[in-house]
C-alpha cells in the first residue's frame, strides 16, 4: 500500500512540476471539454463491452491497487506450523477455526478435514478452488487491459474534434481567436488518454497481475499445509516442507521468528 501511493504522489509531482514549466497557470491544463470526451467516452465504451454492473466492480478494482496485503508467505508458514503443533498436542479443530488470524482460505481447508474427507478429495477440492481463483484473476485483468485501450483512442478522437474546429476557424476572418481554445483541446484529449491509459489503468492492473501471483502462491502452500494436516505429519516435517516455497530471505525470517537454528 505504501509503496503504491508513493508511487502516485511521485507521478503527481512529476506531472505537475513538468506542467508548470510550461505555463505560468496550470489551470490551463484542466479542459472540462476533454475530460468529458476521454472520461464519458471510455465509460460508455466500458459499458458497452462489459455491462454497467461489471464496469462498477472493474473500478472497484482500482482501490485493490492501495490495499495493504493482510497475509504474505512467511506469516502462511507460520500459522500453518502452529496450526499442526495446536493438532498433534490434540486440540480441536473447531477452536482453531474460531481464532480470527486465520486465512480464509486455511478455514476452508481445516472445514475438509473437519468433515474428514479423504486426500484425494481434499487434493481434488483444491485444485478446483485454485483453477476458479486463477480464471477470475485472469478475467478481471484482461478486463482492466481492454479498458486501458479505451482512453489514448477517445484522446485521439478529441484531437481530431479540436482540429477540425482549428480548420474551420483559420477559414474564417472573424474566427482566429477560437483557434488556440481549439487547438487545447485537441492536445490535451490526447494527454489526458494518455495519461490515464499508462499511469492509472495500466499499472493498476499490473499491480493487480503481481498481487494475483502473490495470492495463488499463498493458496498453493496453504493447500499442500492442509494436505499435510490431514495426513498428521509431524510439525516439524510440514515446517520443512513449507518452507521449501519460500525464498531464502523468507525462509531466514521464518527461522528467526521460530527460533530454528
Do not use: W
Amino acid at each position: 500500500m505504501k509503496s503504491s501511493i508513493l508511487g502516485l504522489i511521485a507521478g503527481i509531482i512529476i506531472v505537475s512540476y513538468a506542467v508548470s514549466r510550461t505555463t505560468d497557470d496550470i489551470l490551463e491544463y484542466i479542459n472540462f471539454v476533454s475530460i468529458l470526451i476521454v472520461f464519458g467516452g471510455t465509460v460508455s465504451a466500458a459499458i458497452i463491452t462489459h455491462g454497467f454492473r461489471k464496469i462498477i466492480r472493474i473500478f472497484l478494482m482500482f482501490f485493490k491497487a492501495f490495499k495493504t496485503h493482510k497475509y504474505d508467505n512467511v506469516k502462511i508458514v507460520k500459522e500453518l506450523v502452529r496450526i499442526s503443533e495446536d493438532l498433534s498436542q490434540g486440540k480441536e479443530i473447531d477452536s482453531i477455526l474460531k481464532q480470527d488470524s486465520c486465512h480464509p482460505y486455511t478455514r476452508d481447508g481445516l472445514r475438509l478435514i473437519s468433515n474428514k474427507l479423504s486426500d484425494d478429495k481434499i487434493v481434488k477440492i483444491s485444485k478446483t478452488m485454485l483453477k476458479e481463483r486463477q480464471m477470475h484473476y485472469k478475467d478481471t485483468i484482461s478486463q482492466l487491459e481492454v479498458l486501458a485501450k479505451y482512453p489514448p483512442a477517445f484522446g485521439m478522437m478529441g484531437t481530431i474534434i479540436g482540429l477540425i474546429a482549428v480548420m474551420k476557424n483559420m477559414s474564417a476572418d472573424a474566427g482566429l481567436d477560437a483557434v488556440g481554445p481549439s487547438m487545447a483541446v485537441a492536445l490535451i484529449t490526447t494527454l489526458y488518454g494518455i495519461f490515464i491509459a499508462n499511469y492509472i489503468i495500466s499499472p493498476i492492473g499490473d499491480n493487480l497481475n503481481s498481487g494475483s501471483k502473490r495470492d495463488l502462491k499463498i493458496r498453493r502452500i496453504i493447500s499442500e499445509g492442509i494436505l499435510l494436516l490431514n495426513k498428521k505429519e509431524n510439525p516439524v516435517f510440514v515446517r520443512e516442507v513449507l518452507m521449501g516455497y519460500l525464498l531464502p530471505l523468507e525462509r531466514e525470517a521464518l527461522a528467526s521468528e521460530l527460533g530454528v537454528k
